[in-house]
């Protein structure tokens, strides 16, 4: 059965991606592909006050929304072992809080099934707004399993054109199958040892 029957409050889902071919004018190295997935759903918290308890709601939802935007991901990039690096987001219609959208990305029931998807160990980053339909957000990503490795540290921008309405969340998930176009800035296991005395002497 698809996640979307289990999951009546889904709107839409929107599907973005895109690839850099040039970059400073060069072909990157190693050529990557980003996408995003956007899941469009009715706020079930809409209309309650700050008290009311989340969780059955967001045990209900979560992992039925991790697997819609992990399996468009999977599909999208041409499989889990292709994706490289993920992050996660929400954007909250402007009648919820911003709490709603922290209960459906930032419990395990989202952020450990995601993970586990495609096939990665690190944290998911993140990002949460509250926005008026059709606003962008910048979502982040770092590596699957090697969150520090700085060539992955790169962003997707994703945005529903009629969404959120006031009384819904758009719940999104973003995955890259490599590294930025030209990345040379190290790597933690070549960083020289840097601590506050570099501004001993330094200007204030």
């Given at each position: 059965?698809s996640?979307l029957a ?11 991606q ?18 995003s ?6 706020n079930?918290?809409?209309?309650t006050?700050p008290?009311?308890?989340l ?11 991790a ?5 468009r991901?999977?599909?999208g990039?041409g499989?889990?072992?292709a994706v490289?690096a ?8 402007t009648a ?6 922290s209960?459906?990305?930032?419990t395990p029931?989202?952020?450990n099934l995601?993970r ?7 944290i998911?980053?993140?990002?949460d707004?509250r ?6 957000l910048t ?12 060539s ?7 945005r529903?054109?009629d969404?959120?309405a ?11 199958t ?8 190290g790597?933690?296991t070549?960083d020289?040892?840097?601590t506050?005395?570099?501004l ?5």
């Amino acid at each position: 059965m698809s996640p979307l029957a289990g999951l009546p409050e889904v709107r839409k889902v929107v599907y973005l991606q895109e690839e850099v071919l040039l970059e400073a004018g060069a072909a990157p190295a190693v050529p990557a592909t980003r996408a995003s997935v956007a899941v469009v759903v009715k706020n079930p918290w809409h209309g309650t006050g700050p008290g009311t308890d989340l969780s059955a709601e967001a045990e209900r939802m979560a992992p039925q929304l991790a697997r819609i935007v992990a399996e468009r991901l999977i599909d999208g990039l041409g499989g889990v072992d292709a994706v490289e690096a993920f992050g996660k987001a929400a954007i909250v219609g402007t009648a919820g809080e911003i709490e709603h959208g922290s209960a459906l990305i930032h419990t395990p029931y989202f952020g450990n099934l995601v993970r586990e998807f495609l096939a990665g160990t690190s944290i998911l980053c993140f990002a949460d707004e509250r926005a008026d339909a059709g606003q962008s957000l910048t979502v982040p990503l770092w590596h699957k399993t090697a969150a520090a490795t700085r060539s992955h540290y790169q962003t997707m921008t994703t945005r529903v054109s009629d969404g959120p309405a006031p009384d819904e969340i758009v719940v999104v998930a973003a995955a890259s199958t490599g590294p930025r176009p030209h990345p040379r800035i190290g790597d933690r296991t070549t960083d020289p040892a840097v601590t506050s005395a570099i501004l001993e002497g330094a200007p204030s």
